[in-house]
């Protein structure tokens, strides 16, 4: 089984900056991606960025292309989200998620981020 362990939500004012951070542990054998997803009230889950492990290809949404950052440490199964000229609108519950080869999906448990003045 695959645990996935997400930090570094929280409140931020608009403008501002935040790092979410998602571990992985357990029995991990090909992973192929890495990404966000985030889900806002009355909103279906919606793929923020990804990275794929192999050759470090990443892929964002249009909405928070220039802002947001993935980077991935495969070394130790760990990888990020640096969001910066945070808005209001980015104001949801981020999931990460681990795409294992040939098939297998995981998710983390989802962190608030909350981005108010």
């Known amino acids: 089984q695959v645990q996935l362990v997400e930090s570094g939500g929280g409140l931020a004012q608009p403008g501002g900056s935040l790092r979410l951070s998602c571990a992985a542990s357990?029995?991990?054998?090909?992973?192929?991606?890495m990404g966000w997803y985030r889900q806002a009230p009355g909103n279906q889950r919606e793929l923020v960025a990804n990275i794929r492990s192999t050759d470090g290809n990443v892929n964002y949404a249009d909405s928070v292309k220039g802002r947001f950052t993935i980077s991935g440490d495969n070394a130790k199964n760990t990888w990020y989200l640096q969001m910066n000229s945070l808005k209001p609108e980015d104001t949801a519950v981020y999931y990460c998620k681990l795409s294992e080869l040939p098939g297998s999906d995981f998710w983390g448990q989802g962190t608030q981020v909350t981005v108010s003045s």
């Open positions: 357990g029995d991990i054998y090909r992973i192929n991606l």
